[in-house]
């Protein structure tokens, strides 16, 4: 590499800028670790294996329990990104390959529109509009035949619950999935495409082929919207349901980590515990995050590298 | 052994269908939401008028939808303060990546400002809380600014490295075979060549903080008596307002909320359609 004297003292120069950014991570997880620290001490492992929020004046009879939130955050994004990755994989074909440029171009345009639309704007559309919908056309419909599977036993009541949070979810990642599916698939080199097409395959036939060759990417893709939808709180928050108890029916409303964070925050300030307890989520959401992004991010990479030789 | 070739096509042209209806199904929610939010908050601007920019929020027995305000100088105020912060941040760092990319630290650079995207915001705003706004002793403008910036961060981040990634080689070899060092290309070249570029990723980072949320949560606070207290004192955001009111029980706070999504939805198409016309106006 070409480096000069100026470029040398450049180099230097911005060290410190980068070094800060990375202070900021680390002061933030450690803020974040040491405000949880007394719930930790307090309740030890059964803050992760129980289920409870009882807040009390009296310390000693303070008892939070996070599972059910954990679990219901776990759930909800799972399901929002099973539902978008479909979703995405159409509009990457159609944007890409189906829809010439001028009728393909206000697709485009809406999906951009759709992906940086304020959250909340979804959030309020989720539960006033979505919300009731869903309970009249699907849920009670879904209830009333097919009750009998486990996901569909519960009654729906409000229709706020963990189906109408992961479509509202779904809804608003799905832009962001599919802008990196189309970033990957603009990757795959042409050749495939061309040995497709030159076996005589049909458009479809080659769609599926080049699908096939994104499969790892779309798969890392999805960690990263997953770490996105794990911690989306106005979305959740609003659609969500914001009810305390542990459920894999998709028709009854729970408590997310992030909304429980959104609802709690203001009252658990009176208790001892009880923001220590939500920092203890805020710990767990953060890692998973992190996690799931990072894994994502190699990924990618690593995919990159071995698509081009 | 093979399918015949009709079945074949007849297959081809029904997938192609669902694939494409899939498409466009998706924009529904969209449509459903703009004209939710004409139909809802265009009846609460009608009734309130300009004044729905101006006054003050109403309280939850009064007879008057009053204005947002507080919200709308908040959030004006704390978006600029934040990108102020990030984008300058986000740019020498992907000058720095983008010039130095073999480099041992700029590769860790990337991971780690990559990894702030991975940091929920309600976990910045949980952070903020803990540091600034307890170190203050109340929450402020500021501090919502600070959550705001580092949510920003690398989103500006990205798009600056794809602005400096986009700069033809041949450019780059011209500053440099002129004699010119790093500092001087950026200036005296790659700016030139980006400026529509930068604009728009300013704008973009703008629109980015004047929709969140969650970073505010517990760190602007929630004024309503007044439009302006200061930077070190409590502020208000319209997305604030629209997600505290919509969890209200009272109709007069949903019929606010509603208006605001309205102005909110009016503001962020705006400066998005004026961004993706910079961004035409200066491909190379």
């Known amino acids: ?309 | 052994m093979y399918k015949s070739l009709s079945s074949r096509k007849i297959k081809n042209r029904i997938m192609l269908f669902i694939i494409v209806a899939v498409s466009i199904l998706y924009v529904t929610p969209l449509i459903s939401i703009i004209y939710t939010a004409v139909e809802r908050g265009g009846a609460t601007l009608l009734e309130a008028g300009l004044t729905f920019l101006t006054n003050l929020p109403p309280t939850p027995l009064s007879t008057s939808v009053g204005g947002i305000a507080p919200a709308l100088i908040g959030s004006l105020l704390a978006s600029a303060l934040a990108i102020l912060i990030s984008t300058p941040i986000a740019f020498l760092a992907a000058f720095y990546v983008t010039e130095f990319p073999k480099h041992s630290l700029s590769r860790m650079c990337e991971v780690v400002v990559r990894s702030f995207s991975g940091v929920p915001s309600i976990v910045v705003s949980m952070f903020i809380y803990s540091t600034v706004v307890i170190g203050m002793g109340r929450q402020s403008l500021l501090a919502g600014s600070l959550s705001l910036s580092i949510v920003t961060l690398p989103y500006a981040y990205v798009y600056f490295t794809s602005a400096f990634r986009s700069i033809p080689e041949s450019l780059r070899e011209a500053a440099m075979s002129l004699g010119m060092n790093r500092v001087r290309a950026l200036i005296h070249v790659y700016i030139g060549v980006l400026r529509g570029s930068l604009v728009t990723g300013l704008l973009m980072s703008y629109v980015r903080a004047f929709g969140d949320t969650a970073p505010l949560l517990f760190t602007m606070g929630f004024l309503m008596n007044s439009v302006f207290a200061g930077v070190l004192q409590q502020s208000n955001a319209i997305p604030l307002m629209i997600f505290v009111y919509a969890l209200s029980p009272y109709e007069i706070f949903h019929r606010v909320a509603w208006g605001a999504t309205l102005v909110l939805l009016l503001i962020y198409l705006t400066l998005f359609t004026v961004s993706r016309i910079l961004v035409r106006g200066v491909k190379l």
């Open chain 1, 1 to 309: 590499m070409f480096f000069s004297k100026s470029d040398k003292l450049l180099f230097y120069a911005i060290l410190p800028l980068i070094a800060g950014v990375l202070g900021i991570l680390l002061i933030l997880s450690f803020v974040i670790l040491t405000q949880s620290w007394p719930s930790f001490q307090r309740f030890g492992l059964a803050l992760f294996t129980e289920n409870a929020w009882s807040p009390s004046s009296d310390p000693q009879k303070e008892f939070y329990g996070l599972s059910a939130p954990i679990v219901s955050s776990l759930y909800v994004s799972t399901l929002s990104v099973l539902i978008s990755i479909p979703i995405s994989i159409c509009l990457t074909l159609t944007l890409i390959e189906i829809l010439p440029n001028q009728l393909g171009t206000p697709l485009r345009y809406v999906t951009e529109v759709m992906g940086g639309l304020p959250t909340v704007i979804y959030g309020l559309w989720g539960s006033t509009i979505l919300t009731p919908l869903l309970r009249d056309q699907v849920m009670k419909p879904l209830h009333d035949f097919l009750g009998f599977i486990p996901i569909f036993s519960c009654r729906p009541l409000t229709g706020h619950s963990i189906l109408t949070a992961s479509i509202t979810l779904a809804v608003a990642t799905t832009p962001y999935v599919t802008a990196l599916f189309i970033e990957g698939y603009h990757l795959i080199p042409s050749k495939y495409k061309e040995g497709a097409y030159s076996l005589g395959a049909t458009d479809y036939e080659a769609y599926k082929i080049m699908i096939g060759i994104l499969k790892p990417y779309i798969i890392a893709a999805s960690l990263l919207g997953f770490s996105r939808a794990l911690g989306e709180t106005t979305i959740v928050a609003l659609t969500v349901g914001n009810s305390m108890r542990f459920s894999l029916c998709l028709f009854d409303p729970v408590h997310t980590i992030p909304s429980l964070i959104a609802n709690q925050f203001e009252s658990a300030r009176l208790y001892e515990y009880a923001l220590p307890a939500l920092f203890a989520g805020a710990l767990v959401l953060l890692i998973i995050s992190l996690i799931a992004s990072y894994f994502g991010i190699r990924l990618i990479y690593g995919w990159r590298e071995r698509i081009h030789v």
